[in-house]
């Protein structure tokens, strides 16, 4: 909470790095206040998310929640941030932006999901009862192109989080 008070690229790195620890707490309240950064100074927070995908080992739980958060923020550059979460090696993230995709529901995403239609890579969804199943990326893209084809053009699917990943 300390470093919602601060700025810069270092408290940016902070924040995210916190964003991946295994504790749900600290987790929610630097999302909050990587949030609210996000909002006040959006540009800061992108290149941030830009460093993480550069900097963070595969499997770092903030890999997995950004694009959440990132979907939360709407501003105009998300869906080409998250474009670059489906590059990303690390198959969860990869899932994640996925989701995080269909809930902004924004048409320009569909060329960068096709992609990843032949993507083997298993991932572990966990659906609202805690139940969990393995899926590939490539049916996960499979239903988010049909999500985002059945989207009225002027609106986007209502946010819902998908399956948590553990």
């Given at each position: 909470?300390?470093?919602?008070?601060?700025?810069?690229?270092?408290?940016?790195?902070?924040?995210?790095?916190?964003?991946?620890?295994d504790e749900a707490e600290p987790r929610r309240t630097?999302?909050?206040?990587?949030?609210?950064?996000?909002?006040?100074?959006?540009?800061?927070?992108?290149?941030?998310?830009?460093?993480?995908?550069?900097?963070?080992?595969?499997?770092?739980?903030?890999?997995?929640?950004?694009?959440?958060?990132?979907?939360?923020?709407?501003?105009?550059?998300?869906?080409?941030?998250?474009?670059?979460?489906?590059?990303?090696?690390?198959?969860?993230?990869?899932?994640?932006?996925?989701e995080a995709l269909v809930e902004l529901g924004d048409?320009?995403?569909?060329?960068?999901?096709?992609?990843?239609?032949?993507?083997?890579?298993?991932?572990?969804?966990?659906?609202?009862?805690?139940?969990?199943?393995?899926?590939?990326?490539?049916?996960?893209?499979?239903?988010?192109?049909?999500?985002?084809?059945?989207?009225?053009?002027?609106?986007?699917?209502?946010?819902?989080?998908?399956?948590?990943?553990?």
């Amino acid at each position: 909470a300390i470093l919602g008070e601060m700025e810069g690229d270092a408290t940016v790195d902070l924040l995210i790095d916190v964003l991946g620890v295994d504790e749900a707490e600290p987790r929610r309240t630097a999302g909050e206040v990587l949030l609210d950064h996000a909002y006040d100074r959006w540009k800061e927070v992108a290149v941030g998310v830009e460093r993480a995908l550069e900097r963070l080992p595969e499997g770092h739980l903030a890999l997995q929640e950004l694009p959440f958060l990132l979907a939360e923020v709407g501003e105009p550059g998300v869906t080409r941030l998250l474009g670059r979460f489906l590059a990303h090696r690390d198959a969860e993230a990869v899932a994640a932006a996925v989701e995080a995709l269909v809930e902004l529901g924004d048409p320009a995403a569909v060329p960068m999901l096709t992609t990843l239609a032949e993507d083997s890579r298993e991932v572990v969804l966990e659906d609202e009862d805690g139940e969990e199943s393995s899926v590939s990326i490539a049916d996960l893209v499979a239903d988010a192109l049909e999500m985002l084809d059945d989207a009225p053009p002027e609106e986007a699917p209502a946010p819902q989080r998908g399956p948590r990943r553990r």
